[in-house]
């Protein structure tokens, strides 16, 4: 993927205020703090279109990016994160789900997951959900570079067995060393 443009569109609490659904899109999800942000940075080459934070649960709203005047990037709140106050949380769910529900043009989520960590039953709901209403999931594994290559490949078994899922389903992804961009391009490109 050659990227010419990358911009920021609008944030979003309710449908109301999504932009048209003219162009395909794509959402990212995952827990919070799991690098959602910084992939969508990396996939677009730009240092610091979207927001990372030391922060966790700092993206709150739904955030439209379009890429190259042709599809959309959408970048969701991450879940999960204990700190985040409880009324943010209590929107969360409703927000996440409105959006993933009854957005016509969405053509796939690409749901991350920490490499280190093994997914929970949050995970498992989440794709069994994606799979009930015929969205495609992408899944990434995030922070790859904080494991050495042989424990990259063991925690993708491990996390392919927790989650019920093909190993070779599962990518590798790093910020710092951009393993897996193309990969994940791939992917993203199949759905678009
Ligand atoms: N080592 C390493 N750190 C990463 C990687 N990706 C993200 N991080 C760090 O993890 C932290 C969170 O990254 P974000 O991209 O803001 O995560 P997010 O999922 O968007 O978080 P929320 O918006 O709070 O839900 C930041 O400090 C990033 O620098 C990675 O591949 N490797
Ligand atoms: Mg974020």
Do not use: C
Not at 51 to 72: D, E, H, I, W
Not at 79 to 93: C, D, S
Request: proline content about 7%; overall charge positive; glycine content about 6%.
């Amino acid at each position: 993927m050659i990227i010419k443009s990358a911009e920021f569109v609008t944030s979003a609490v309710k449908p109301s205020q999504y932009p048209p659904a003219d162009m395909p899109e794509i959402a990212f999800a995952g827990r919070s703090n799991v690098g959602k942000s910084s992939l969508i940075n990396t996939l677009v080459n730009r240092k610091r279109l979207v927001k990372t934070s030391t922060t966790p649960g700092r993206t709150q709203l739904v955030n439209f990016f379009v890429v190259n005047g042709v599809f959309a990037f959408v970048d969701l709140p991450g879940y999960g994160y204990a700190k985040v106050p409880l009324p943010v949380k209590k929107t969360w769910g409703p927000m996440v789900e409105t959006y993933l529900k009854g957005r016509p043009n969405l053509k796939g989520v690409v749901l991350l997951m920490d490499i280190r960590r093994i997914p929970r039953q949050e995970e498992k709901t989440f794709i069994d959900w994606l799979n009930h209403y015929h969205i495609p999931p992408v899944l990434v594994l995030t922070k790859a570079d904080k494991l050495s290559k042989s424990k990259q490949a063991q925690q993708r078994t491990v996390i392919a067995t927790a989650l019920g899922v093909d190993a070779g389903g599962l990518i590798p992804f790093s910020v710092k060393t951009r393993q897996g961009r193309t990969a994940v391009w791939e992917a993203i490109e199949r759905l678009l």
